[in-house]
């Protein structure tokens, strides 16, 4: 029986992190796994189970998790109504390939639900592997298939997955490095990222200078750059600070592929299933991509599924020209619509606004602290990002401390931007504002007792 329910009266450390049984699983994991795997470098814990926004570890902690499965965890841990319905599909049928199967249909019907009501006639669904990063390798097939060209144009920060692919269109240098012969004909362009601007000029004089860029460098004949099989964007940056395109960078950079028949992939990975706010974060820019990118929060709970869904008119595919074994992963279909129908009953995109404010409100109580450089986000998807006043240098080592001392006081957050600077938070979207002001006031708190001065 889970003991979480009757312990989340608040965010409890008992003992010293790791505490001595976590220390014994990261031992062991230490010894046997993958020299890969990353979070509990940082968050050194081993978890036993979860409810709602909190987690309990092995030593009998309990952390209000902010992290959420890295965003998987659209309504927190085990919401008894997704798990039951996973649950009931499991007795039913646990994988079907790419057969047509009640719970298949259900949840596309739910997906193409969620759009805006002029594409949802034109768009089609392809099932992908169960990763974000295969549904981006699907994405940059089916346009380079669809258009019979080859490059690709991403942007400076972005991340798009790990996979051979995926890796290429993803700004992070220090993870393709080791990778000799990485997938060609990608170049990258200067996102609207206003707080560092790439080329060196103040917000006051920008005029979005970054897409002019691209707009030059695609419209020159002599400008070095085909024409593009994509644009792959994402629009609010998560592991590159959570950095929000500004609106005219996305408005002009969706008329320039039109104009130039260039189809726009937008990864919603992150952002998609509610994150910002809005179903998917396009729509709060006013804009329809030719290709949505989605995964993480597809099924609810953090069960694998992973989509593209497309204009119809870039369906130039031979059968299986992109395949994937688990993509029929039966229990995550039923589970996702079962929370696209908890997401309107429950008016979760409406808390997920309310929230978003809330955040940003506590959170704008950092603003005056010469650490803080800037704070940001949409909906609840946020960043503090901390940079050394002497010279604006990014100070990852001090957000390091800030997530290790939030932790200690019973708060999981993540790290994410230029050298981890950005302490990132990622809320469940059901969260509540209690839980929200508790969590606010452990990461203020760690802020000011972590960055000196």
């Known amino acids: 029986m889970s003991r979480v329910p009757e312990l989340i009266g608040g965010p409890v450390v008992r003992t010293d992190l790791p505490g001595p049984r976590s220390a014994e699983y990261l031992a062991h994991q230490g010894r046997w796994e993958s020299n890969a795997r990353t979070y509990p470098r940082r968050l050194p814990i081993a978890l036993a189970e979860g409810f709602g926004s909190y987690v309990r570890d092995v030593d009998d902690n309990v952390f209000i998790d902010f992290l959420s499965g890295a965003g998987v965890l659209a309504l927190g841990h085990n919401h008894p109504e997704v798990v039951r319905a996973a649950e009931a599909s499991l007795r039913a049928l646990t994988h079907g390939l790419d057969f047509p199967t009640p719970a298949k249909r259900e949840f596309t019907d739910a997906q193409l639900s969620m759009l805006p009501p002029g594409m949802r006639s034109r768009m089609k669904v392809h099932f992908c592997g169960p990763t974000g990063a295969n549904a981006v ?20 920060g972005g991340f798009h997955g790990s996979t051979h692919s995926a890796m290429a269109v993803t700004g992070l240098v220090a993870q393709k490095e080791p990778v000799a012969d990485g997938m060609p004909g990608v170049h990258f362009f200067p996102f609207s990222y206003c707080a560092r601007c790439p080329l060196g000029l103040s917000p006051e004089s920008c005029e979005t200078n970054c897409v002019a860029l691209l707009e030059r460098s695609l419209r020159d004949a002599n400008g070095g750059v085909p024409k593009p099989a994509a644009v792959v964007v994402e629009l609010v940056q998560g592991e590159g600070g959570v950095v929000p395109a500004r609106p005219e960078f996305v408005r002009r950079l969706r008329v320039l592929t039109a104009e130039l028949g260039i189809p ?57 020209a992109h395949t994937g074994t688990f993509r029929g992963n039966q229990a995550a279909f039923a589970a996702g619509a079962e929370t696209v129908r908890i997401v309107r009953r429950d008016d979760v995109l409406g808390n997920v606004r309310r929230r978003g404010e809330q955040l940003g409100a506590r959170l704008a109580e950092l603003a005056g602290h010469p650490w803080v450089r800037e704070v940001r986000g949409r909906g609840l998807m946020w960043g503090v990002e901390l940079a050394d006043p002497a010279g604006g240098a990014p100070a990852g080592s001090v957000a390091a401390a800030v997530q290790a001392d939030a932790l200690r006081n019973g708060l999981i957050v993540e790290l994410g931007g230029r050298e981890d600077c950005v302490v990132r938070v990622l809320p469940p979207l059901n969260v509540t504002a209690e839980v929200v002001d508790t969590a606010c006031d452990i990461l203020t708190a760690s802020v000011r007792r972590c960055c000196p001065g």
């Open 137 to 156: 390798d699907a994405a940059l097939k089916l346009c380079k298939t669809a258009t019979g060209r080859g490059a690709v144009v991403s942007f400076q």
């Open 264 to 320: 726009l992939v937008v990864d919603e990975v992150q952002t998609g299933c509610g994150r910002t706010g809005t179903w998917f974060a396009f729509e709060r820019y006013g804009i329809q991509p030719d290709v949505i990118v989605a995964s993480k929060a597809l099924s609810g709970m953090g069960l694998p599924v992973a989509i593209i869904l497309y204009d119809r008119r870039l369906d130039a595919w031979a059968p299986g």
